[in-house]
């Protein structure tokens, strides 16, 4: 082999160390996966667009409407944040699935993280699903 063989070798093995490197590695909600600022615009969000249904403090009165903290929030953890955003999107609001834009949706889901007490972070959640695949949801602190 030539050294000129070898030091494609060599560039070709940094490449993919680099491109192996730049892939976001999974993480779990305990990291911190949203904003505060995030999870506000998601209350306003949640507010306008489900508390009609899920009730202010995200408990319903209808035996028929799931609650969204609680006991019902643990079935949840271990699951990722995917999981809940799609279905968020694809069953809310009844009858008018998928009216609202992405982002206001995961707006929506930083708010019930934080209202089940997962802490907040510096960076925002965005609508990239194979990103949200990567993130548990963790139970949360105490």
């Known amino acids: 082999m030539t050294w000129h063989a070898v030091a494609i070798c060599f560039a070709l093995l940094g490449a993919a160390a680099t491109a192996d490197a730049q892939q976001p590695a999974?993480?779990?909600?305990?990291?911190?996966?949203?904003?505060?600022?995030?999870?506000?615009?998601?209350?306003?969000?949640?507010?306008a667009n489900c508390a009609a249904?899920?009730?202010s403090e995200l408990l319903s009165t209808d035996r028929e409407v799931s609650n969204l903290t609680g006991?019902?929030?643990?079935?949840?953890?271990?699951?990722t944040v995917a999981d809940?955003?799609?279905?968020?999107?694809?069953?809310?609001?009844?009858?008018?699935?998928?009216?609202?834009?992405?982002q206001i949706?995961?707006?929506?889901?930083?708010?019930i993280l934080r209202f089940n007490k997962i802490p907040a972070g510096s960076e925002e959640l965005k609508?990239?699903?194979q990103r949200l695949r990567q993130i548990t949801i963790a139970k949360p602190p105490g």
């Open 26 to 47: 999974p993480t779990s909600t305990s990291a911190g996966v949203f904003t505060e600022e995030q999870a506000k615009k998601g209350g306003v969000a949640y507010n």
């Open 53 to 55: 249904c899920h009730g």
């Open 71 to 79: 006991n019902t929030f643990q079935r949840w953890i271990g699951k």
């Open 84 to 102: 809940l955003f799609e279905v968020t999107r694809d069953t809310m609001p009844p009858k008018d699935e998928r009216s609202l834009d992405n």
């Open 105 to 111: 949706y995961l707006d929506i889901v930083a708010y």
């Open 127 to 129: 609508p990239e699903v």
